[in-house]
């Protein structure tokens, strides 16, 4: 079975991924998160972050690497130059931001307007638990009660040098997302449909620049769908990891 490695970034850690892993484990995976902050990363930009995958990447023999929102770019930078047996990209910054992301970006770049006023734990967790928040992000917004916001942002959290990290890496976002990578590995691009953030279009132009992209859709996925429809992710994951491994066997 494969090793599957799963990220996400900045306002959700790899917490995202625990109903997908465990579901992943079940069907006889070796699932394992990745916390790209914690511990809070020396330099918090791309390429660093990319390396750090890398190595993490370099302990299994040819993982999937899934990805997840503002993680993306890390993954692809990483995916450049590991042997990897497929790469899961899902509702994130594929070729671009959103208008709302943009303007988070910008405003990371005013100093402390982030990192000491709206990433202040209280405050910032308030926000995600909020109507306007993470509840957006998810069809059934009862997931995503408090003890779920705090388990998804805590680890972006703890810390001043946290908080200073995630800051520094959403100024540097935009530019990191307009020079992404082509790699050319076997890519899974596996979208929530019903997103506003990252629209199915935006998966479905990866096509024209992922070389080897096949496009899937989890029917009715809002932006965190990992959380809601676990289930349906690993599944469809699994089914694609088997096709492709049939392939490569039979061209053997």
């Not at 990319?50 to 997840?68: G, M, N």
């Not at 009715?220 to 089914?239: C, I, K, N, S, T």
């Amino acid at each position: 079975m494969a090793s599957i490695l799963l990220v996400a970034g900045p306002p959700v850690s790899a917490r995202l991924w625990d109903g997908v892993a465990d579901r992943l484990r079940h069907l006889g995976h070796d699932a394992q998160t990745v916390e790209l902050f914690d511990p809070a990363p020396p330099d918090p930009s791309v390429p660093a972050l990319a390396a750090t995958l890398r190595e993490a990447l370099a302990h299994h023999d040819r993982p999937i690497l899934v990805a997840h929102g503002t993680a993306l770019p890390v993954a692809l930078a990483a995916a450049q130059t590991s042997d990897l047996g497929g790469l899961v990209l899902t509702n994130g910054a594929l070729g671009g931001l959103h208008p709302l992301a943009r303007a988070i970006c910008a405003a990371a770049r005013i100093p402390g307007v982030i990192s000491k006023i709206a990433l202040h734990p209280p405050i910032w967790q308030r926000w995600l638990a909020s109507s306007v928040g993470l509840r957006r992000a998810v069809v059934n917004p009862y997931v995503m009660d408090r003890d779920t916001v705090v388990a998804l942002s805590a680890p972006y959290l703890q810390s001043g040098a946290h908080r200073r990290a995630v800051t520094q890496y959403l100024a540097e976002l935009p530019d990191a997302v307009a020079e992404v990578p082509s790699p050319d590995v076997a890519t899974l691009v596996l979208w929530g449909d019903e997103d506003p953030l990252h629209p199915m279009h935006v998966a479905d132009s990866a096509r024209r620049w992922l070389p080897r992209a096949e496009v899937q859709v989890v029917p009715g996925g809002q932006h965190l769908h990992p959380v809601e429809r676990p289930w349906a992710f690993a599944d469809a994951l699994d089914a694609w990891w088997r096709a492709e491994r049939s392939t490569a066997g039979a061209t053997v």
